[in-house]
């Protein structure tokens, strides 16, 4: 009789992981709670970037004939990170002691991508690791490549908005109580709206301390209710975004064809690799369609048409699909179709940066008019009094 300690949300869930593992329960509790139980989770979360430069070099140490458990204690004497290197110390010991090498990641599925132990677990059934880590590494990288397309491209809108906003606050609580002083040495009626601008910035600067804490509880909220309930609303709200919603759509569509054609490619049947291709997208609206096919499927309807009920592929990709599915190429399509988006992707993209640019500019400078608007006024009207006069 062994002790183990497994992370899980329940009990019952800690139980189902521990049975994947192959071991009896006879008995389950929960233990005392630590420090990290308490940090956000993405502190123990490992980069996209790392576990891809992780499988590069497993890649390249199997490639050369390596045993697994020596490929392992190469990577751990060269990983600096500290959390992938207790990680992956913890996952050698499981395969040392017997655990395959799909089950050793499986049993940290909060830290890795289903679709990982999978396409694992069909390699080693099949005896073609090498190339179910070759399939991953190419998913891995158009996934990478096209976050970062995305990031490169909302880098100039965030920093003209984040110089905007800030402009726009330091004539709120700097320049706006010093024309108010100005104006009030005259004694003369302000009209109403430099008096609301100047009651509204006076409110600001006497309560920046409750206004600053009001907006990160606000965010702390919101974070919350996407991360809970409110998922399933927001990933709907995103889609109809003008401009953006189109790209997370097909990034969406992007995701699960790479997933599905990735997990096929490796020799995973399809029931299985339909429900971890649609764990993979990340919008849930997108994933919970999709995932709900799998009885149909599973049934003998062709996937095409399942896909087509969900009403959230695209007219193209469902045809792509078909076709892929009447010829016996479904892989090959499947591969087809997320390159397609990922070429629509960074085209789309780049048509709304160049919309959403002047967009901003125009924004932006309206609202500057506005507060320059509220206090010139004022002056005009004292120096046409002054030539009345």
Known sequence: MIERHVRAATLRAAQDEMRRQGLHVFEAKRGALSLGDFLPKTRRVISTERFLLFNQELLALVRAGLPIVQSFDIMLERQKNL??????????EKI???????????????????????SLRAGERSGDLEGVLKRFLRYQKMIVSLRKKVVGALVYPIILI????????????V???????????????????????????????????????????????????????????????KLRIPLVGGVLHRFAIMQ??????????????????????????????????????????????????????TGVMSDLAVEMIKVGESTGALTEMLANVSEFY?????????????????????FMGGVIAVLLYAFYLPLFRLSTVGQDQ
């Open 96 to 118: 040392t002691s017997g655990v395959a090498l799909s089950d050793a990641f499986a049993a940290y599925g909060n830290l890795f991508p289903p679709i990982y132990s999978t």
């Open 256 to 309: 699960f064809t790479q997933s599905l054609g990735t997990l096929l490619a490796g020799g995973t049947p399809m029931v299985p690799a339909i429900e971890i291709a649609s764990q993979s997208v990340t919008n849930q609206l997108v994933s919970t369609r999709i995932s709900g096919i799998v009885q149909n499927v599973r049934e003998g309807e062709p996937l095409w048409r399942s896909l087509d009920n």
């Open 162 to 173: 984040t110089l905007s906003s800030a402009m726009v606050f330091i004539m709120i609580t």
């Open 175 to 237: 320049v706006i109580p010093k024309f108010a002083t100005f104006f009030e040495g005259f004694g003369a009626e302000l009209p109403w709206f430099t008096q609301f601008m100047i009651s509204l910035a006076t409110g600001l600067r006497n309560n920046i301390i409750a206004v600053v804490l009001g907006v990160a509880l606000t965010i702390f909220l919101l974070n919350r209710w996407v991360a809970t309930s409110g998922r399933l609303l927001w990933d709907r709200f």
């Open 342 to 362: 990922d070429e629509e992707i960074e085209a789309r993209l780049s048509r709304m940066v160049a919309a959403i640019e002047p967009l901003i500019l125009v």
């Open 83 to 92: 959390r992938f290197r207790e990680v992956l110390n913890e996952i050698r």
